[in-house]
Protein backbone atom coordinates (compact mmCIF):
# COMPACT_ATOMS: atom_id res chain seq x y z
CA UNK A 1 0.00 0.00 0.00
CA UNK A 2 0.95 3.46 -0.98
CA UNK A 3 0.86 6.75 0.15
CA UNK A 4 -1.91 7.78 -2.73
CA UNK A 5 -3.76 5.00 -1.51
CA UNK A 6 -3.53 5.58 2.32
CA UNK A 7 -4.78 9.16 0.96
CA UNK A 8 -7.66 7.84 -0.82
CA UNK A 9 -8.51 5.67 2.36
CA UNK A 10 -8.43 9.43 4.19
CA UNK A 11 -10.89 10.91 1.65
CA UNK A 12 -13.42 7.96 1.89
CA UNK A 13 -13.29 8.69 5.92
CA UNK A 14 -13.85 12.18 5.67
CA UNK A 15 -16.35 11.49 2.72
CA UNK A 16 -18.22 8.99 4.89
CA UNK A 17 -17.70 10.15 8.43
CA UNK A 18 -15.83 7.29 9.20
CA UNK A 19 -13.85 7.94 12.93
CA UNK A 20 -11.84 4.74 12.67
CA UNK A 21 -10.47 2.38 10.10
CA UNK A 22 -7.69 -0.60 10.45
CA UNK A 23 -7.29 -2.97 7.88
CA UNK A 24 -4.25 -5.76 8.32
CA UNK A 25 -2.58 -7.92 5.93
CA UNK A 26 0.21 -10.93 6.27
CA UNK A 27 3.56 -8.09 6.60
CA UNK A 28 1.41 -4.79 6.92
CA UNK A 29 -1.20 -2.98 9.52
CA UNK A 30 -2.63 0.12 8.95
CA UNK A 31 -4.87 1.65 11.72
CA UNK A 32 -6.63 5.55 10.98
CA UNK A 33 -8.55 7.17 13.37
CA UNK A 34 -10.09 10.92 13.17
CA UNK A 35 -10.87 12.66 16.66
CA UNK A 36 -14.21 13.71 17.71
CA UNK A 37 -16.01 10.95 17.49
CA UNK A 38 -16.25 7.94 19.28
CA UNK A 39 -15.13 4.95 16.62
CA UNK A 40 -17.57 2.13 15.59
CA UNK A 41 -17.96 -1.16 16.70
CA UNK A 42 -18.21 -3.26 13.57
CA UNK A 43 -15.34 -6.10 12.66
CA UNK A 44 -13.74 -5.89 9.14
CA UNK A 45 -12.01 -8.81 7.94
CA UNK A 46 -10.70 -9.37 4.24
CA UNK A 47 -10.63 -12.80 3.13
CA UNK A 48 -8.52 -14.03 0.03
CA UNK A 49 -11.40 -14.99 -2.35
CA UNK A 50 -13.17 -12.07 -2.33
CA UNK A 51 -15.87 -13.27 0.40
CA UNK A 52 -14.55 -12.93 3.73
CA UNK A 53 -13.97 -16.58 5.89
CA UNK A 54 -16.92 -17.15 8.32
CA UNK A 55 -18.25 -13.50 7.45
CA UNK A 56 -18.94 -10.69 9.18
CA UNK A 57 -21.51 -10.34 12.32
CA UNK A 58 -23.82 -7.65 12.24
CA UNK A 59 -25.18 -5.89 15.03
CA UNK A 60 -28.91 -7.01 15.87
CA UNK A 61 -30.25 -4.80 18.43
CA UNK A 62 -33.89 -4.95 20.00
CA UNK A 63 -36.05 -1.99 18.87
CA UNK A 64 -39.67 -1.37 19.89
CA UNK A 65 -41.23 0.16 16.62
CA UNK A 66 -44.43 2.23 16.49
CA UNK A 67 -47.02 0.96 14.95
CA UNK A 68 -50.91 2.54 13.74
CA UNK A 69 -53.57 0.79 14.54
CA UNK A 70 -53.21 -0.28 18.18
CA UNK A 71 -51.10 -3.51 16.29
CA UNK A 72 -47.85 -1.63 18.65
CA UNK A 73 -48.16 -5.00 20.42
CA UNK A 74 -46.83 -7.33 17.60
CA UNK A 75 -44.05 -5.25 16.53
CA UNK A 76 -42.61 -4.11 19.74
CA UNK A 77 -40.40 -7.12 19.88
CA UNK A 78 -39.07 -6.92 16.33
CA UNK A 79 -35.30 -6.35 15.72
CA UNK A 80 -32.96 -4.51 13.80
CA UNK A 81 -30.12 -6.04 11.85
CA UNK A 82 -27.83 -3.17 11.43
CA UNK A 83 -24.85 -2.58 8.74
CA UNK A 84 -21.38 -3.35 10.30
CA UNK A 85 -19.77 -1.46 8.03
CA UNK A 86 -20.69 0.99 5.20
CA UNK A 87 -20.08 -0.27 1.36
CA UNK A 88 -22.64 -1.53 -0.96
CA UNK A 89 -26.25 -3.60 0.17
CA UNK A 90 -26.79 -6.89 -1.99
CA UNK A 91 -29.23 -9.29 -1.29
CA UNK A 92 -27.78 -12.16 -3.57
CA UNK A 93 -24.31 -13.72 -4.05
CA UNK A 94 -24.33 -12.74 -7.44
CA UNK A 95 -26.90 -11.26 -10.12
CA UNK A 96 -27.85 -14.78 -11.50
CA UNK A 97 -28.61 -16.28 -7.92
CA UNK A 98 -31.74 -15.90 -5.44
CA UNK A 99 -31.88 -13.67 -2.58
CA UNK A 100 -30.33 -14.71 0.84
CA UNK A 101 -34.18 -13.94 2.59
CA UNK A 102 -37.27 -12.71 1.55
CA UNK A 103 -40.05 -12.13 3.95
CA UNK A 104 -41.44 -14.59 6.00
CA UNK A 105 -38.03 -16.31 5.99
CA UNK A 106 -36.61 -18.00 9.20
CA UNK A 107 -33.28 -17.10 9.87
CA UNK A 108 -30.72 -18.35 12.85
CA UNK A 109 -27.40 -16.84 13.94
CA UNK A 110 -25.33 -18.42 11.43
CA UNK A 111 -27.89 -17.51 8.42
CA UNK A 112 -26.62 -15.21 6.07
CA UNK A 113 -28.96 -12.54 4.89
CA UNK A 114 -26.79 -10.21 2.48
CA UNK A 115 -23.59 -9.34 1.27
CA UNK A 116 -21.89 -5.81 1.88
CA UNK A 117 -19.34 -5.03 -0.62
CA UNK A 118 -16.48 -2.57 0.86
CA UNK A 119 -13.43 -1.74 -0.89
CA UNK A 120 -13.98 -4.23 -3.76
CA UNK A 121 -14.38 -6.97 -0.54
CA UNK A 122 -17.58 -9.07 0.14
CA UNK A 123 -18.53 -9.42 3.46
CA UNK A 124 -21.20 -11.95 4.09
CA UNK A 125 -24.12 -10.51 7.17
CA UNK A 126 -25.02 -12.79 9.39
CA UNK A 127 -28.22 -12.57 10.88
CA UNK A 128 -27.05 -13.17 14.53
CA UNK A 129 -30.60 -13.49 15.76
CA UNK A 130 -33.12 -16.42 15.62
CA UNK A 131 -36.49 -15.19 14.02
CA UNK A 132 -38.59 -14.30 11.18
CA UNK A 133 -37.71 -11.91 8.48
CA UNK A 134 -40.61 -9.28 8.85
CA UNK A 135 -39.12 -6.36 6.92
CA UNK A 136 -36.52 -5.67 4.07
CA UNK A 137 -35.33 -2.17 4.58
CA UNK A 138 -32.82 -1.51 2.15
CA UNK A 139 -32.92 -2.08 -1.90
CA UNK A 140 -30.45 -4.44 -3.70
CA UNK A 141 -27.33 -2.45 -4.67
CA UNK A 142 -27.88 0.77 -2.85
CA UNK A 143 -25.19 1.91 -0.19
CA UNK A 144 -25.15 1.04 3.11
CA UNK A 145 -23.88 3.57 6.20
CA UNK A 146 -22.50 2.09 9.06
CA UNK A 147 -25.31 1.34 12.07
CA UNK A 148 -27.99 1.70 9.15
CA UNK A 149 -31.33 -0.84 9.69
CA UNK A 150 -30.93 -3.39 6.63
CA UNK A 151 -33.71 -5.97 7.88
CA UNK A 152 -36.16 -6.25 11.02
CA UNK A 153 -36.41 -9.66 12.23
CA UNK A 154 -39.61 -10.78 14.79
CA UNK A 155 -37.47 -13.08 16.98
CA UNK A 156 -39.23 -16.95 17.52
Known amino acids: M ?9 DLMKKNSISEFELERQDFKIRLKRGGVAPP ?4 DEG ?8 TLATVVPMPLPAPGGSAAANAT ?5 APMIGTF ?25 IIEAM ?10 K ?12 PVEFG ?9
Open 78 to 82: DMEIK
Open 41 to 44: TGSY
Open 120 to 129: KVMNEIKAEA
Open 131 to 142: GVISSILVENAK
Open 148 to 156: QPMFKIRPA
Open 48 to 55: QSGYVSGG
Open 2 to 10: DLKDIKAII
Open 90 to 114: YRAPSPEAGNYVEIGAEVNPDTVVC
